[in-house]
């Protein structure tokens, strides 16, 4: 290993580890009240080294959502080979589910919106990131299955707006005011109902 | 007038000051920083007696977003009987419109979500009050027009959340996230999709 690729290295774990602290303080206190001192003391690095990573506190939230979103690029993506149109839907809805629980995105659109009266610029910025990011996803997954002929053609960034609104009444805007909101015991049924709602618009006879 | 009834009506509008001083300091300062005391001082009341209408800061806040998110009240009853089910949605947007709008419904509800980890019980209150009372009022209005004989019979408690999941997509998110949003020049075409998405799963 090169010296340069040394540090390189070094500095890419010091980055994940500021993230990780970042999300942590950031859940914990939200925005206003997390401290850059702090998030550079947990993650064991000092407030320059936070500084040259993330110019700003804002940089660093937008950083620490957007890690989130990074660790599933497609919700589309993955599926089991032969799976059926409701299938794919199915288990698009259970990646999303996972990224909103498990990686607690419903606590950071918490404090996104709690701040967006006061940081209108990174509420903006945010909304581009949980929203239009994953809407962009989700349009060009219908419009693959739209061009194989298991949807109708229509205008899918629109079908997109209101399957993510559908999954958002369900679960996420439940956990806007309840931070002990947990994934609910009839979410497999929810999200078939959905899908079927979804289908009945747009399906195209396909199973 | 008599003297009970000039009480009353004393009463009354001190219990409307309060509620319009309350209103713009919640807006201002959060739920955590907004002060009894100011509020009582402002709406030129002893904070005795804005106890007395209000028994805590919860009760008050959640009296003021109850009031802004009700603020317009259509009368689905009168709706003629030649109706359409569009006429009915159409009905239940403008509604949902000019309550958002006049109400600045979105703001209160930012602040709630503000507290939602330091007052979950608040929290939970205005989610009850706020947001099941407009599950409660479309389901209402979904059952009036399966009475009709507009809709299919279904199950209109998860009806109504689909169908204010799919308008609050369009035009709620998008104004939580950002104070400037405005409606967008196409929003009606936008519903009517909406609309029409319903219809073909619950449509007669």
């Given at each position: 290993?090169?010296?340069?690729?040394?540090?390189?290295?070094?500095?890419?774990?010091?980055?994940?580890?500021?993230?990780?602290?970042?999300?942590?303080?950031?859940?914990?206190?939200?925005?206003?009240?997390?401290?850059?001192?702090?998030?550079?003391?947990?993650?064991?690095?000092?407030?320059?080294?936070?500084?040259?990573?993330?110019?700003?506190?804002?940089?660093?939230?937008?950083?620490?959502?957007?890690?989130?979103?990074?660790?599933?690029?497609?919700?589309?993506?993955?599926?089991?080979?032969?799976?059926?149109?409701?299938?794919?839907?199915?288990?698009?809805?259970?990646?999303?589910?996972?990224?909103?629980?498990?990686?607690?995105?419903?606590?950071?659109?918490?404090?996104?919106?709690?701040?967006?009266?006061?940081?209108?610029?990174?509420?903006?910025?945010?909304?581009?990131?949980?929203?239009?990011?994953?809407?962009?996803?989700?349009?060009?997954?219908?419009?693959?299955?739209?061009?194989?002929?298991?949807?109708?053609?229509?205008?899918?960034?629109?079908?997109?707006?209101?399957?993510?609104?559908?999954?958002?009444?369900?679960?996420?805007?439940?956990?806007?005011?309840?931070?002990?909101?947990?994934?609910?015991?009839?979410?497999?049924?929810?999200?078939?109902?959905?899908?079927?709602?979804?289908?009945?618009?747009?399906?195209?006879?396909?199973? | 007038m008599s003297l009970e009834s000039y009480r009353r009506s004393v009463s009354d509008a001190k219990h409307a000051?309060?509620?319009?001083?309350?209103?713009?300091?919640?807006?201002?300062?959060?739920?955590?920083?907004?002060?009894?005391?100011?509020?009582?001082?402002?709406?030129?009341?002893?904070?005795?007696?804005?106890?007395?209408h209000?028994?805590?800061?919860?009760?008050?806040?959640?009296?003021?977003?109850?009031?802004?998110?009700?603020?317009?009240?259509?009368?689905?009853?009168?709706?003629?009987?030649?109706?359409?089910?569009?006429?009915?949605?159409?009905?239940?947007?403008?509604?949902?419109?000019?309550?958002?709008?006049?109400?600045?419904?979105?703001?209160?509800?930012?602040?709630?979500?503000?507290?939602?980890?330091?007052?979950?019980?608040?929290?939970?209150?205005?989610?009850?009050?706020?947001?099941?009372?407009?599950?409660?009022?479309?389901?209402?209005?979904?059952?009036?027009?399966?009475?009709?004989?507009?809709?299919?019979?279904?199950?209109?408690?998860?009806?109504?959340?689909?169908?204010?999941?799919?308008?609050?997509?369009?035009?709620?998110?998008?104004?939580?996230?950002?104070?400037?949003?405005?409606?967008?020049?196409?929003?009606?075409?936008?519903?009517?999709?909406?609309?029409?998405?319903?219809?073909?799963?619950?449509?007669?």
């Amino acid at each position: 290993m090169t010296l340069e690729s040394y540090r390189r290295e070094v500095s890419s774990a010091k980055r994940a580890d500021i993230v990780r602290a970042a999300a942590d303080q950031f859940l914990k206190h939200g925005y206003q009240r997390a401290a850059v001192a702090d998030i550079a003391r947990v993650a064991d690095v000092s407030t320059a080294t936070l500084y040259k990573h993330f110019g700003s506190k804002e940089e660093l939230f937008a950083a620490t959502v957007e890690e989130v979103q990074n660790a599933v690029d497609d919700e589309f993506a993955q599926q089991p080979p032969g799976a059926t149109l409701a299938e794919m839907l199915h288990n698009a809805a259970r990646t999303y589910l996972s990224l909103q629980f498990d990686r607690n995105l419903n606590g950071l659109m918490r404090i996104v919106i709690a701040e967006s009266g006061r940081h209108p610029k990174l509420g903006r910025r945010m909304y581009l990131s949980f929203v239009n990011r994953r809407r962009d996803g989700a349009t060009a997954a219908f419009d693959k299955m739209v061009a194989a002929g298991w949807l109708k053609p229509h205008d899918t960034h629109l079908s997109a707006t209101f399957m993510g609104g559908m999954m958002k009444e369900f679960f996420v805007w439940p956990a806007l005011f309840d931070p002990t909101f947990t994934i609910p015991e009839d979410a497999d049924a929810k999200i078939d109902e959905i899908i079927a709602v979804f289908l009945a618009r747009y399906g195209a006879g396909h199973p | 007038m008599s003297l009970e009834s000039y009480r009353r009506s004393v009463s009354d509008a001190k219990h409307a000051s309060i509620l319009k001083v309350a209103f713009i300091r919640f807006l201002e300062d959060g739920f955590s920083k907004a002060a009894m005391a100011d509020i009582a001082r402002e709406a030129d009341v002893s904070t005795a007696t804005l106890y007395k209408h209000f028994g805590s800061k919860e009760e008050l806040f959640v009296a003021v977003v109850t009031e802004a998110a009700s603020e317009v009240h259509e009368d689905f009853g009168t709706i003629p009987a030649d109706a359409t089910a569009e006429d009915f949605f159409h009905k239940i947007l403008l509604d949902g419109w000019t309550a958002q709008r006049k109400g600045r419904v979105n703001d209160l509800l930012r602040v709630t979500i503000a507290e939602t980890n330091s007052s979950p019980e608040l929290a939970r209150l205005v989610f009850e009050t706020v947001v099941g009372g407009r599950y409660r009022r479309v389901q209402a209005v979904l059952d009036q027009m399966v009475g009709r004989g507009l809709l299919k019979p279904h199950d209109t408690a998860f009806g109504a959340r689909i169908a204010l999941g799919m308008i609050k997509e369009l035009f709620v998110w998008p104004a939580l996230l950002d104070p400037d949003f405005r409606l967008p020049s196409d929003a009606l075409t936008q519903a009517q999709e909406a609309i029409d998405t319903y219809l073909a799963s619950y449509g007669a």
